[in-house]
Nanobody, 115 residues
């Protein structure tokens, strides 16, 4: 069982920055893939950024060059540095954890970008 708790969301003006954190606890495996997803009410949840245990990353085209995902395996934490935020980035951002046996989701943290 893995528990994920996100933090760092809030209200920011367009062009600003936020840094999200996701702390994982429970039975954590270092080889797990972790990611950030986001969801707007009424829309499908979409992958924002993903990072493997080896450090390989993948980003949605809409955030490439603006967002950076990283992880600290010693602290069982994944981060999402969000720069040059746009109003369309407004969403609930959720942390995701996947090992070879299961998938887990955090409850999310709200990011609101004002114009």
């Amino acid at each position: 069982q893995v528990q994920l708790v996100e933090s760092g969301g809030g209200l920011v003006q367009a062009g600003g920055s936020l840094r999200l954190s996701c702390a994982a606890s429970g039975r954590i495996f270092s080889f797990a893939t972790m990611a950030w997803y986001r969801q707007v009410p009424g829309e499908q949840r979409e992958l924002v950024a993903l990072i493997t245990s080896a450090g390989t990353t993948n980003y949605a085209d809409s955030v490439k060059g603006r967002f950076t995902i990283s992880r600290d395996n010693a602290k069982n934490t994944v981060f999402l540095q969000m720069n040059s935020l746009k109003p369309e980035d407004t969403a609930v951002y959720s942390c995701y954890y996947s090992d070879y046996g299961d998938r887990y989701w955090g409850k999310g943290t709200l990011v609101t970008v004002s114009s």
